[in-house]
């Protein structure tokens, strides 16, 4: 069992000297006097499994480290991203499976932005990212932008602000906010509404998302000969991520492959991207909480 999922008891707290006992008595009292009014002027409810006070309880805190604790190669899951013959064309590190908790916490922060959620969520795309780069330095690490819609409802990126709290993980990388997206995207991109993908087809999805994206003007130096991870959060056909790897290719970058925060589909067995560890659920769990894109 994992220790997170099962902590030893509660100790009872050391022994305070008398001089300092009663000051820190009252800075006990008035730090849980502001939770608890807080809490009635702002009630929060656990996004998870709705206990009370928390964004993001203890225990449903601990199962997303769980659920994150072995980062594994998802790209198998993604058609865009393996030709006919099985060829991964781009590999792709995933901090887990989109189910259960973790699917629960990113839709909730990429709705809300708590800080709470987002500290757990950074510090699990920070582990996938360290896997990734095999402790390289001098790596760029290369956010997929959001759309001007979803970022105008949200009021933030979700894939940086996650980074940004992954930091302290990243020593020797470096993120480089150098795509952006086209005026003059791909022939389907007001089909389906100016929403994501869902329901679209393969096809459908890859003309949607072909030339939407380009390396901002003036940024191609800061990239042309440089080893590149693309960074986003979730992983569905991978088509996405192929369209980021284009534009970066073509102002010269050196692409390595691609990191997410979650995979929709758990890779096959035995496959090009098998998972370190087994993975639980069916694919029904797997599609309840399936966002749209930019959701």
Known sequence: MDPDLQPPPPRAALHRAE???ALLRLIDWLAGAAGDLLALAVPVDC??????????????????????????????????LMDVAGTVMLPVVAAGVYRDELAQGLLSFKRH?????????????????RAAAHEGTG???????????AYVNRGFSPVH??????????????????LAKTSAPGPLLGHNGPG????????????????????????????AG???????????????IGEAARALHLAGAQVRGAVVLAAT????????????????????????NKPGKDE
Do not use: N
């Open 19 to 21: 001089h300092a006992a």
């Open 47 to 80: 996004i998870c499994c709705g206990a009370e006070d928390r964004t993001l309880c203890p225990s449903c805190g601990s199962r997303i480290r769980h659920l994150t604790r072995r980062p594994f190669r998802a790209e198998s899951g993604a058609p865009a």
């Open 113 to 129: 932005g708590q800080h709470q959620l987002g500290r757990s969520l950074g510090r699990a795309l920070g582990a996938a990212v």
């Open 139 to 149: 790596i760029l690490l290369i956010p997929v932008p959001t759309s001007t819609a």
């Open 161 to 178: 602000v996650l980074l940004k709290e992954a930091a302290p993980q990243l020593q020797g990388l470096t993120v480089a906010d150098v």
């Open 196 to 223: 994501g993908q869902k329901g679209l087809g393969r096809g459908a999805r890859s003309q949607r998302v072909r030339g939407s994206m380009q390396v901002k003007s003036g940024a191609r130096a800061k990239v």
């Open 226 to 240: 440089r080893a590149c991870i693309i960074i986003d959060d979730v992983l569905t056909t991978g088509y996405t």
């Open 265 to 288: 589909r758990p890779p096959a067995a035995g496959g090009p991207g098998a998972p370190a560890s087994p993975t639980h659920g069916s694919d029904h769990d797997l599609e309840k």
